[in-house]
């Protein structure tokens, strides 16, 4: 019996209901049993039982089972904002007319013609059923969220409070512009984001002072890592197989150079910079120290610089970015390389992460340097213009010789640290270095006239440490945990207090109040009761080079004009709010604004990765919550969120089949079996892990026979095979059950790289095609945005007998840790952007995550089906069916005209679309992958743009244009040559920008430069601003 409400106060309780930002778990207890009850009434209904409806007037309502069979209640009291329909792109309209395209009678037959029988999956997934809707779903992951205590953080080690400036996170952090973007591998039409990561690149080489910088890393530790082995490949490692690191780096970054240095070779030495005699270290490669160190101490490392470089060694710093803004600059002591992590430049702490680490080095290394550079070069017409630079480093093109298996890295988190610098300008940085500084000086301060010693009273910046006697560390740390008050363990002895931009000088008092309550101090004063608030560092340690003297450091005050700034540079990238960006194995589907909002609640945003159990209880439900939902998607049992990108999954996999093949007594086992289609990741990835790469052919899939003798051949030392299903070729290979049989009965694991898994999701698994290991791609299949490069997450599901060997951590233990050491800084990785593969199952559910995978295969197979007249399409199966994208073989166009797919990339780019993968995994080819989200109309526009093209090329064939000057050789054209007075060319000015009716309709996106000369960029390298 229900009361229906007439009042504005009569709410009822329903569940897309948001939950009040301070309610209790009891209120939300209370609201759960609501909803619980709400629904088993109306199910009661359903199930044919009476119940009376009393409405405000009086009048009473009968249902009974005939009434209920003529109004489903259930369907008539649904969330009305269902999320399905608006992720999927075609209308089922549009799904009967594509399938008669395409020659089937419906959907299920297309699946059924598309993925082998023995693979297909029946059940649904374990997934929420996806009635809730959007504002439910947001409703119930505040009420999981809420469980989370926000406390005052004064932890540090490399994450801190940061306040993210309002028009950055409006203007770049929430807009489509900036996070639907991908890698600027077009950079025609990338120049803003381009820019945007010059800026970075410049603040990074200005703040520690060297020469050249990337574009972003995954975090400090995995940084770090990277710079060990950069320094590996620049020195004889066979006589050079030592590398020193400090005992007071931060632990997270250790435990990650012990992994690393585990399989490549390298001896690791952890131990006391201040007392190791590195002259007599003759096998020693590299040394790294942190600065300011784990204790939050400077120290000066001009005499542990100089030792290593008499000895052929080099010297590493892992600094503290707004240390830099105060304190020498790592070049001025003698750094080969400095690492770090700009979370600090206006990013959230996001428990863990997404963050952008740095690397920064000499000229000398640049081409030895992992990670995306961005360089200077010149357009057709002479005009600078910005392009990823020296590319043939990079894994997709140099495979298992590659500088790195990195590929995803944190384009959108560079671009918020930049825009943070630019916003802030070099005086405002100052401003907020000192107040830091001057923070941790009143701190040390009211310590000593509180009675207590600190670690030192000069030589630190942000961060304080201090003996907590008579009391115990551990126990006083968790007393004020209680108070919500989070400081860190140092040791035995020990703890330690950093500040950072968010606190005040209200914090500090409190702070100080509650170490007196507690015990601490009440001798006579200290030392530290002389010091001197005044936010300046000693000389000894102050800096005073100039720095970040650019134009685009000093130049905008308001935030009318940083509004203005950013919106320029978006308006010239082409991303997902203007058209569809088709490119193969890259999956750029909807990001929904829905899935996305909760990144920015401070229940997801001001966690710090290393706060205690007793306040992250609603993200460690969100996370498990969501490790649930992989498991039931990829038919394992086990799963690790720590690896922050497809590569790292790539890395964490291979790690745990090798970490389970030694605790069988197999540890010889190294040999690692890689189809010659495979992503580049793949064989950098191996090679990583010290495996032994054995190529096999496929160009027109595996041959059973030749795989099997492979195998047989190294049955004694195989490892594992790393396969990508459906295949790279764009089909699903029918006996890829066999192809998993021969490994395991050869003593092999099966790695599956799940970067095609948006063609699985509930139709098949890697568990059912026999793997025992996969990594996802979040990034693609499950939502999360491409950012422009980053961030991504990749973690690892297993099979059962793999789950005990998952990646732990060394300073808080995850519930699926195994005995793997990290492979992320952070225990869940870039646990801050998990909520929106979380929402995106719960919104979907299960029904939606598979119409998602079948939606995903229609509308490539419609493409495919509406564009092989025209041109020809490889690798189907023997339905002459793809899988979630194809491929267009351009061979015969080169050899007859000239014309290659670089001139059909760029000239795609006249008619408003992103270019498809070019040339890989099929010479002179395009894949086209259009995924779930696009309607048939968008799918049209783009099949006409090939289709004009195609005509285009008939034109050059046949001598209407000269195959050296025609619209695809000079695109993409820009709006300054289309405008200006003069017109060379043997076609009109309509040909050229505006080929297409919809570029008229839909508005032009203009290149804002010509096509962009990459030889040039790499000979004469530009990757800062100079002026």
Known sequence: RFRLPTTPTERPITMWRRAPQAASSVAVQ????????????????????????????????????????????KELFMATDQFA?????????????????????????????????????????????????????????KSILQKNIIAKNFIGMGYHGSHVPGVVLRNLTENPGWYTAYTPYQPEISQGRLESLINFQTLVCELTGMEVANSSLLDEGSAAAEAMAMIARTVNSKTKNQFFVSDRVHPQSIDLMKLRAKYFGMELIVGDHKSTDFKSMDKLCGALVQYPDTDGLLFDYSGLADALHGNGAHLVVSADPLALVAAKPPSEFGADVVVGSMQRFGVPMWFGGPAAAYMATSKKQVRRMPGRIIGESLDRLGNPAYRLALQTREQHIRLDKATSNVCTAQVLLANMAAMYAVYHKTDGLKTIARKVHGLAQLFAKELGQLGVAVASTENFFDTVTFPTAPLAPAALVEQLQGKELNLRVIDGKMVSANFDETHLQEDIMTLIAALKSAGVGGGAATNAANIVVD????????????????????????????????????????????????????????????????????????????????????????????????????????????????????????????????????????????????????????????????????????????????????????????????????????????????????????????????????????????????????????????????????????????????????????????DLPAVSAAPWGQAGIAIIPWMFCTMLGNKGVTDSARYAILNANYMKARLEPHFPVVATNANNRCSHEFIMDFSDVRRETGIVEEDIAKRLQDYGFHAPTMSWPVPHSLMVEPTESEDKNELDRFCEAMISIKEEIRKIKDGTWPADNNPLKNAPHTQSEVCGSEWTYPYSREEAAFPAPWTLKRGKHWPTVARVDNALGDRKLKLRLEE
Request: aromatic share 4%; glycine share 8%; proline share 5%.
């Open 535 to 818: 936010g300046q560092l000693p000389a000894a340690f102050a800096r005073t080079s100039p720095f970040l003297q650019q134009k685009i450091f000093n130049s905008i005050h308001s935030e009318t004009e940083m509004m203005r700034y950013m919106v320029s540079l978006q308006l010239k990238d082409l991303s997902l709010d203007k058209s569809m960006i088709s490119l193969g194995s890259c999956t750029m589907k909807l990001n929904s604004v829905s899935s996305l909002l909760p990144c920015s609640w401070p229940e997801v945003t001001n966690m710090h990765p290393f706060a205690p159990h007793s306040q992250t209880a609603g993200y460690r439900e969100m996370l498990e919550s969501l490790e649930k939902y992989l498991i039931s998607c990829t038919g394992f049992d086990a799963c690790s969120l720590q690896p922050t990108s497809g590569a790292s999954g790539e890395y964490a996999g291979l790690l745990v089949i090798r970490q389970y093949l030694a605790s069988i007594g197999q540890a010889h086992r190294n040999v690692c079996i890689i189809p010659r289609s495979a992503h580049g990741t793949n064989p950098a990835s191996a090679v990583m892990c010290d495996m032994e790469i054995k190529w096999i052919d496929d160009a027109t899939g595996m041959d059973l026979e030749e795989f099997r003798q492979l195998c047989e051949a190294n049955k004694d030392n195989l490892a594992a095979l790393m396969v990508t299903y459906p295949s790279t070729r764009a089909f699903f290979e029918d006996n890829i059950q066999e192809i998993c049989q021969i490994v395991h009965d050869c003593g092999g694991q099966v790695y599956m790289d799940g970067a095609n898994m948006n063609a699985q999701l509930g139709l098949t698994s890697p568990g059912m095609i026999g793997a025992d290991v996969c990594h996802l791609n979040l990034h693609k299949t499950f939502s999360i945005p491409h950012g422009g490069g980053g961030p991504g997450l990749g973690p690892i599901c297993v099979k059962k007998h793999l789950a005990p060997h998952l990646p732990n951590h060394c300073v808080v233990s995850p519930s699926s840790g195994g």
């Open 30 to 73: 209370q609201e759960s049993a609501a909803m619980r009850a709400m629904t088993e009434s109306l199910a009661r209904v359903l199930q044919g039982q009476r119940i009376r409806f009393v409405a405000a007037g009086g009048v009473r309502c009968q249902s009974s089972a005939a009434a209920a069979g003529s109004t489903n209640l």
């Open 85 to 141: 329909g608006r992720h999927l792109g075609p209308s089922p309209k549009d799904v009967e007319e594509m399938c008669k395209i395409i020659g089937v009678k419906n959907l299920d037959e297309l699946i059924s013609q598309t993925i082998p029988a023995a693979v297909r999956r029946e059940a649904l997934v374990e997934l929420p059923d996806g009635t809730i809707g959007e504002a439910g779903a947001l409703a119930l992951a």
